[in-house]
């Protein structure tokens, strides 16, 4: 049973639909001790740093995401829900994280290496670029979607993937148990399925 952490940041029923079309059950938690019942973890995430981190604070949910990655339960964060699990942000000023990565999250540049001007957010498809070996992501050269305006900076032996968008951005990390992906894989077709998919199969879990 996939759990799936409701505080109020997230495309949840999203997730949930894109589980379930695998023939995975999974359910949305709206509170910490729902997750008592889940074998894996979902935290998901739209929005900026500070509402969620003090959401999660307020509503209980950060001693229960670290017992759950403790545990050993496999763990995923999507999106903002990523950025969560760095130490630090510096999104409308500086914020502490949940720290299970080390690292910070910063603002892109908007100007790549070339001088040239970038969109920001950093929004649409583009391909991942493998840096590790992987239980979860696919092949290397996947396209997958993305919107962010915020990346994380982090040690490269958590970095399981990278993006290009005038400079190299962390596209996913992985460590142990516990599985992060910037990009929005329930919004990028078929490779994107495929990763929860992995995911969810993780520890002996199987389709209904």
Request: net charge neutral.
């Amino acid at each position: 049973m996939i759990g799936i952490i409701d505080y109020g940041m997230g495309n949840l029923k999203s997730v949930a639909n894109a589980f379930a079309s695998l023939g995975f059950d999974a359910f949305i938690a709206s509170s910490p001790k729902e997750l008592d019942r889940a074998g894996h973890v979902v935290l998901p995430g739209v929005g900026a740093f500070q509402g969620a981190i003090e959401t999660l604070e307020r509503q209980g949910w950060v001693p229960r995401i670290m017992s759950v990655i403790d545990r050993g339960l496999p763990f995923l964060g999507i999106c903002l829900g990523m950025q969560l699990l760095f130490e630090t942000s510096e999104e409308n000023g500086a914020f502490k994280g949940l720290g299970i990565f080390p690292g910070h999250v910063v603002r892109i540049p908007d100007r790549g290496a070339d001088g040239g001007r970038l969109k920001i957010p950093h929004m649409g498809w583009n391909r991942l670029l493998l840096r590790k070996r992987s239980r979860i992501l696919g092949d290397d050269g996947v396209y997958v979607y993305f919107v962010h305006s915020y990346s994380a900076l982090t040690d490269s032996e958590h970095i399981s993937a990278s993006a290009a968008y005038g400079a190299e951005l962390t596209a996913a990390v992985e460590r142990d148990n516990v599985y992060a992906v910037q990009f929005h894989p329930e919004k990028s077709g078929a490779d994107g399925l495929e990763i929860l998919r992995k995911f969810a199969s993780l520890n002996g879990g199987a389709a209904r």
